[in-house]
């Protein structure tokens, strides 16, 4: 199917480097509270991209649940490909696809995990079927059928049926801690706007790149 023809015009204001905060997180923030103000669907989602020692890139979205001066915070399951490939690798990309705005983010750094304190934070506050899934999944394993799983639901609910539901061993926090961040704006004829942040010590250089 030849979709070679599948084009729009990207009109927005454009980005000017004045108008750009001097700390790619508040500038983050800036478009983050944009974005969830559109009404983008799942603003906080966004494309993970790993590599394992075998250097076969791997992509899939996952949900951005925090993000400071320290990094941007993900949660999954340790056995999780792409937990095992960051072990081999503790290097990751983001990326925050906002099209309705003309929009996207792009984020490169080290990886590390979270404390178990804030991983245990977050598990506390997610729906008790959301911690109970935690608890069933052992992520990216194969498995024979659908029925098995929801056997195994149901064998957690029993166990767990009273109190609070622990949180799992195999399972916490990941932190993407920032070396370069670009921020990209559509413009018409696909002159795009984009400036990159890139880490220097304890300050960021920032520059335009061309389209």
């Given at each position: 199917?030849?979709?070679?023809?599948?084009?729009?015009?990207?009109?927005?204001?454009?980005?000017?480097?004045?108008?750009?905060?001097?700390?790619?997180?508040?500038?983050?923030?800036?478009?983050?509270?944009?974005?969830?103000?559109?009404?983008?669907?799942?603003?906080?989602?966004?494309?993970?991209?790993?590599?394992?020692?075998?250097?076969?890139?791997?992509?899939?979205?996952?949900?951005?649940?925090?993000?400071?001066?320290?990094?941007?915070?993900?949660?999954?399951?340790?056995?999780?490909?792409?937990?095992?490939?960051?072990?081999?690798?503790?290097?990751?990309?983001?990326?925050?696809?906002?099209?309705?705005?003309?929009?996207?983010?792009?984020?490169?750094?080290?990886?590390?995990?979270?404390?178990?304190?804030?991983?245990?934070?977050?598990?506390?506050?997610?729906?008790?079927?959301?911690?109970?899934?935690?608890?069933?999944?052992?992520?990216?394993?194969?498995?024979?059928?659908?029925?098995?799983?929801?056997?195994?639901?149901?064998?957690?609910?029993?166990?767990?049926?009273?109190?609070?539901?622990?949180?799992?061993?195999?399972?916490?926090?990941?932190?993407?801690?920032?070396e370069r961040i670009e921020f990209w704006q559509?413009?018409?004829?696909?002159?795009?706007?984009?400036?990159?942040?890139?880490?220097?010590?304890?300050?960021?250089?920032?520059?335009?790149?061309?389209?």
């Amino acid at each position: 199917m030849d979709i070679g023809d599948m084009r729009r015009d990207f009109e927005s204001e454009g980005l000017d480097r004045d108008a750009l905060n001097n700390n790619p997180v508040q500038q983050f923030q800036h478009w983050f509270e944009d974005a969830r103000n559109a009404g983008i669907l799942e603003p906080n989602a966004m494309s993970l991209a790993t590599t394992g020692s075998d250097g076969m890139p791997d992509l899939r979205t996952v949900l951005l649940k925090y993000f400071d001066e320290h990094g941007f915070v993900f949660y999954t399951n340790y056995g999780s490909r792409k937990a095992l490939e960051m072990e081999e690798n503790p290097r990751a990309a983001l990326l925050f696809p906002w099209i309705g705005l003309n929009r996207q983010v792009r984020i490169q750094g080290a990886v590390e995990k979270v404390s178990k304190a804030e991983s245990l934070r977050y598990f506390a506050s997610r729906p008790r079927g959301s911690q109970i899934g935690a608890w069933v999944s052992e992520q990216s394993k194969a498995i024979t059928s659908r029925g098995l799983l929801e056997q195994k639901v149901a064998e957690i609910k029993r166990k767990f049926s009273e109190g609070d539901i622990p949180l799992p061993s195999f399972w916490g926090g990941y932190r993407v801690v920032p070396e370069r961040i670009e921020f990209w704006q559509g413009r018409p004829s696909r002159l795009h706007d984009r400036f990159e942040y890139v880490r220097d010590g304890d300050d960021w250089l920032i520059q335009r790149l061309q389209p």
